[in-house]
Structure formats: C-alpha cells, structure tokens
C-alpha cells in the first residue's frame, strides 16, 4: 500500500497480556430465538412447494440430523433489510423473496449471496437452509460506517460496507457469505466452541463451505477453484489477493501497512495467541489446508465427496464441542470410512490429508 | 497516561491498535473524569460470538508521572461496547488520526 502517511511504525506494537480464556456455551439463547422463529415460518402458509426430505444415504452417519423426515422447503426464503449506516439491527426491510432487484448492489449481492448458499446446502447435502428446517434467512445491509466486519448473529447476516482504504463492501465475496452462514450450521450441528482449536475448527468449516458455495455457484472443480477467501475485498491499495488461501495458506497478502497472511498450513507453525480467542482466524490455515489436499486428492467436484465427507463429519456425532484437530481428523476418516468404505481412495485421501498437515487422527 | 485500543477479531481476524497519551491534551481533565467513570470491574464476561471483534481497553501509566498512574485493563465483547465504553473508544480512535488521515479506523492493522 503506498497511502500518505501510515507506516507499520505508526502505532506501538503491544504483546497482548491476555484475553479472558471464555468457554462457549452451547445453549445459546439466540438459537432459542431461531427455532421458534423457524416453527413458525412452518406453521404459516408455506408459499413454497414442499417436497419429502430425501431418504439418507443408507452408510451415512445420521445420528444428529436436524433435517426432520417431511416437507421442507427446497427454496430460500430471503429478506435483506439496510441498515442505512447506523449499528442497529434490523434495519428497513429493502427486497424480500421474490421481489425485483435493488438498485443497490449491496442488497443484490446479499441476496445472491444467500441463495448461493442455500443452493449447495440443498442441491449438494438435501440440507434445507441453517437448521435443516427451511429457517428464513435475513440478512441486513450499510451497517454501520465504515464497518470492516460481517457477522452472523444468531438470526441474521450482518454485512458493513467497509472503510474504502483496506476494505470493500463485505458482500462482493459470496464465499463471505456462506462463510457467515456456515457458522449456523456449525452451531446448529456440532456447536464448536469458538475458542482454541475448537474455534479454528469452527473457523475452518465456514472457509470450507464458504468456498465450496463459491465453487459450486461456478461449478469449478477442485482443480480449477482458487481456494480464495475474500476474494476482491482488499481495495486495489492492498497488496494481496484475498484474506486467505486455503491453497496455500500464509499467501493471500503481503502488505506494506498490513503486515504478512500469517496463517499456517501445518501444525509446526500453530500460533498460541490470547488475540482473536486463540487465533482462531488464523490456525483455521491448518485444517483449511487439510481439506483443500483432500479434495484434490480426491479429485473432481470438491462439494461432492470431500464436502460430504465434511458435512457427514457435522452430523455424525464424533465430534464434541471441545473438539481438537485431532479428533476432529478422526471424525472426519469415521465418517469418509462411513460412508465410502475404509478401503476407498476417498478415505485414504482424508488420512493422509490431515497428516500432511501434521495432524494425527486421535485413536 | 497513555489509553491503548485494541481490536483482534473480525472476519478478518487482524488486529488494530489505536493510543493517545491524554496528559498533555488541552481537554485532558474531560479523560481524566471518562476515564474514572467506566466501569472497569463491572465487565461481564461474554461468551465469544463469531467473527465479532474484541476491545481491549487499557490505561498505561507514564512512568515519570506524578502523582504516580494506575494501570488498568478491561476486555469487552464488540456488544458489550456501548454508553461510556463506546465514548472512549471512538475518542481514542479520533484521537489517534495521523496528520493525512484516512476514514477511521486507519490501517494500523497488525498481528500477533
Ligand atoms: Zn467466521
């Protein structure tokens, strides 16, 4: 970045002390909330055409299934409000499902953006939105100023606009928005605590089915996607790519003003940080980097065996919140042996994926 | 007295830092009666939510201040930040705005 005045030496660099080591819990009222507000978009009208869950695979792991035999809703119901700048939520409702596109092309990018997602959970896992259950998804739009974050809170996607100097509007990456979404999941499914390896592990399935709805919207195989996360939400200042790569983690950026990508792609470079609870953005590089060997170890579309390797891995109950790598690893050879065999290339493939990456499957 | 902000987490996950040493600062007694009022011992703890950020707030003493400065620190949950909490973070960050600013937050991003 080449911008006037900043140089890295700006501020003072200060060694965090520490963060309140916090454990998650996993009843989380918000989810609560969710629920109920999933009973009752059943409970009204449904305007959609409702169709039998798919039967489950018969080697699949269905233990912890939230998908209910019955009618589910096999298209999204989609609400993207504004915030118009400020940081209160919802905001002003601004294109329901259905309704024409915005001249806003924040609103229609988080619009797409949950339909993307929507379409891979569907189409790829017969998984009917966040919870299996058809939840609305609502997203809201302009939060805040100069906002550099998006977020999922439990009921909505949440997307700023960016500062302008570092960072683009948070909806021009759909991986972005699976990401976001993906952390419904992963709290509706497994409920990783969002701290340590736990939380990279949580990290990392939402990078996982972040790119995989991106890769699946452009129907690119394992070979031909990039790997990106964030793609095109640097501004052209930035000197980097996106915010990670899964590819080649530790890659994305090298900047001037920013610093390095200082994610890792094997356990020997884990980082032990209090910041960003554990580091979770940044050691996610290591099971990032496990799941991209697979899928090109695997070959071919990386939503089919290795993202329902992945996905089986959020049902089949191996794995608890408190999950390390390793034992998230084990779950994952579990469910590949599951599902294709313990002779299968597909579960070689995860094996020695996770070795690669310097991580041993627990037991 | 020297107040430090530093945000980690994000989608991100980079961290900024934002300080001003208030002492010689022509508003200087207004910090001074912010700084006294926050709640310090009353932060609760909150469970880490995804992709949020987290504050941490902390008061470094001078050290040839006199009378002598107490050190204080306090980490908040991005909801948690909010009354006096979000006064002082938004004072700092305006504060802490090089001589060609851009919009706030600047990119002192850094890591670890
Ligand atoms: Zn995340």
Redesign the interface.
């Known amino acids: 970045?080449t911008?006037?005045?900043?140089s890295?030496s700006?501020?003072?660099?200060?060694?965090?002390?520490y963060?309140?080591a916090?454990?998650?819990?996993v009843d989380?009222p918000n989810w609560q909330h969710a629920a109920a507000a999933a009973r009752a978009s059943l409970l009204r009208d449904d305007p959609f055409r409702s169709i039998r869950a798919p039967e489950p695979h018969p080697h699949a792991p269905g233990v912890r299934t939230t998908t209910k035999p019955g009618a589910v809703a096999n298209s999204p119901q989609r609400t993207v409000s504004t915030a118009a700048g400020v940081e209160k939520l919802p905001g002003k409702v601004v294109r329901r499902e259905g309704d024409k596109p915005s001249s806003d092309v924040a609103v229609n990018e988080a619009y797409d953006g949950l339909g993307d997602t929507f379409e891979l959970y569907w189409e790829a896992y017969h998984r009917s939105s966040i919870d299996g259950n058809g939840l609305p998804l609502n997203a809201t739009v302009h939060y805040g100023k100069?906002y550099?974050?998006?977020?999922?809170?439990?009921e909505r996607m949440v997307f700023g606009d960016g500062?302008?100097?570092?960072?683009n509007r948070?909806t021009i990456a759909v991986d972005?928005i699976g990401?976001?979404l993906t952390?419904g999941v992963t709290e509706k499914t497994v409920g990783l605590q969002?701290?340590g390896q736990a939380?990279a592990l949580?990290?990392s399935i939402?990078d996982v089915f972040g790119s995989l709805v991106a890769q699946y919207a452009k129907r690119q195989t394992a070979a031909q996607a990039s790997w990106l996360i964030?793609e095109g939400?640097f501004t052209a200042e930035v000197q980097g790519v996106a915010?990670r790569s899964m590819k080649a983690p530790g890659t994305a950026y090298d900047d001037d003003?920013?610093?390095?990508d200082?994610q890792p792609s094997h356990m020997s470079g884990y980082?032990e940080?209090t910041?960003?609870?554990g580091?979770?953005?940044?050691n996610s590089g290591i099971p990032n980097h496990a799941f991209y060997l697979a899928a090109t170890a695997i070959s071919g579309n990386a939503w089919e065996r290795a993202g329902q390797i992945w996905y089986d891995t959020l049902l089949g109950g191996d794995v608890p919140s408190t999950a390390t790598f390793a034992v998230f690893a084990a779950a994952t050879v579990a469910a590949a042996t599951a599902r294709y065999g313990a002779d299968d290339s597909a579960t070689h493939d995860v094996d020695g994926a996770w070795r690669a990456v310097g991580v041993v499957p627990a037991g | 007295m020297k107040v430090?902000v530093?945000r980690?987490?994000?989608?991100?996950?980079?961290?900024v830092?934002?300080?001003v040493v208030i002492d010689n600062l022509p508003d200087a007694s207004d910090w001074v009666v912010l700084l006294r009022e926050l709640p310090w011992d009353e932060v609760a703890?909150?469970?880490?939510?995804?992709?949020?950020?987290?504050y941490?707030i902390r008061l470094e003493p001078l050290a040839d201040a006199e009378p002598p400065q107490a050190e204080r620190?306090a980490?908040l949950a991005e909801k948690q930040l909010t009354g006096p909490w979000r006064e002082l973070v938004d004072k700092v960050q305006d504060a802490?705005t090089?001589?060609?600013p851009?919009?706030?937050?600047?990119?002192?991003?850094?890591?670890?």
């Open positions: 970045m911008r006037g005045t900043h890295p700006h501020t003072c660099r200060i060694v965090p002390p963060l309140l916090r454990i998650a819990e989380d100069n550099d974050n998006a977020f999922w809170d439990g500062d302008g100097q570092v960072f948070f972005v990401h976001e952390h969002y701290e939380g949580n990290e939402s964030g939400l915010l003003v920013l610093g390095k200082p980082v940080t910041d960003d609870n580091g979770v953005h940044i | 430090v530093t980690s987490g994000g989608f991100a996950g980079m961290r830092t934002w300080q703890d909150e469970e880490p939510q995804p992709d949020r950020f987290v941490r620190e980490t802490d090089p001589a060609d851009p919009a706030k937050p600047h990119p002192s991003h850094q890591h670890k």
